[in-house]
């Protein structure tokens, strides 16, 4: 299992849904704590506003799955399906995703701060004006992916494959050009200057 930042032990859980049909059930508002969800059946799940705090998801499918306004607080994810998985405005501050299918996962708004994603496979994730402050994708492989408008301050990029990648109007100002695979990322104009000057270059007006 992937370990978290800083070496973070998971929360425990306290009781076991096991084995469920949640097939296109609608949460509105629910509330679930320190629950552990274990080869749930998720899939086209209506989430909204449903908060799930300090629990553990293993082997959950949540395909075509939507979730709206609604918190993952320092959850756990392992061996979890997200494809085609939809997230606008949702909070998911702190949790862990291990060794989790995220094809085609697109979110929308939202804060998904300290969130650990290292070594995701996010290639045809579409990810635009979400918080993803001191999150950590060491080793993510986002070539190609759409990046815009994220805030990636304080991120942990080493080794993160970058390349293709629609990144404009995201915040680089943490990041290291010379561990992250950039070829062919779309940049604007000021993430230039960032990235030239993180290279050590002077950048001066002609």
Same mark, same amino acid.
């Given at each position: 299992?992937?370990?978290?930042?800083? =070496?973070?032990? /998971?929360?425990?859980?306290? *009781? %076991?849904?096991?084995?469920?049909?949640?097939?296109?059930?609608?949460?509105?508002?629910?509330?679930?704590?320190?629950?552990?969800?274990?080869?749930?059946?998720?899939?086209?799940?209506?989430?909204?506003?449903?908060?799930?705090?300090?629990?553990?998801?293993?082997?959950?499918?949540?395909? +075509? *799955?939507?979730?709206?306004?609604? /918190?993952?607080?320092?959850? %756990?994810? %392992?061996?979890? +399906?997200?494809?085609? +998985?939809?997230?606008?405005?949702?909070?998911?501050?702190?949790?862990?995703?291990?060794?989790?299918?995220?094809?085609?996962?697109?979110? /929308?708004? =939202?804060?998904? *701060?300290?969130?650990?994603?290292?070594?995701?496979?996010?290639?045809?994730?579409?990810?635009?004006?979400?918080?993803?402050?001191?999150?950590?994708?060491?080793?993510?492989?986002?070539? =190609?992916?759409?990046?815009?408008?994220?805030?990636?301050?304080?991120?942990?990029?080493?080794?993160?494959?970058?390349?293709?990648?629609?990144?404009?109007?995201?915040?680089?100002?943490?990041?290291?050009?010379?561990?992250?695979?950039?070829?062919?990322?779309?940049?604007?104009?000021?993430? *230039?200057?960032?990235?030239?000057?993180?290279?050590?270059?002077?950048?001066?007006? %002609?």
């Amino acid at each position: 299992m992937a370990d978290r930042k800083h =070496g973070e032990p /998971a929360p425990e859980t306290t *009781s %076991t849904i096991r084995d469920e049909d949640w097939d296109g059930r609608d949460l509105d508002g629910e509330r679930f704590e320190r629950v552990a969800f274990i080869d749930v059946d998720m899939i086209e799940l209506q989430n909204k506003g449903a908060v799930f705090t300090e629990c553990s998801f293993r082997g959950v499918r949540l395909n +075509a *799955s939507t979730h709206s306004a609604a /918190a993952f607080i320092n959850c %756990t994810f %392992t061996r979890c +399906a997200f494809f085609d +998985a939809t997230f606008t405005g949702c909070k998911m501050t702190g949790s862990m995703f291990d060794g989790c299918t995220l094809d085609l996962l697109k979110v /929308a708004g =939202g804060d998904w *701060s300290f969130v650990g994603l290292p070594g995701a496979k996010l290639d045809s994730a579409t990810i635009t004006d979400v918080r993803m402050r001191e999150a950590d994708l060491t080793g993510a492989r986002c070539a =190609g992916a759409t990046l815009r408008r994220v805030d990636l301050s304080g991120a942990w990029l080493h080794r993160a494959d970058l390349s293709r990648a629609d990144l404009r109007g995201s915040d680089l100002t943490g990041l290291d050009p010379l561990t992250v695979e950039l070829k062919g990322a779309i940049i604007d104009p000021y993430q *230039s200057v960032i990235i030239a000057m993180a290279l050590g270059l002077e950048v001066r007006d %002609t």
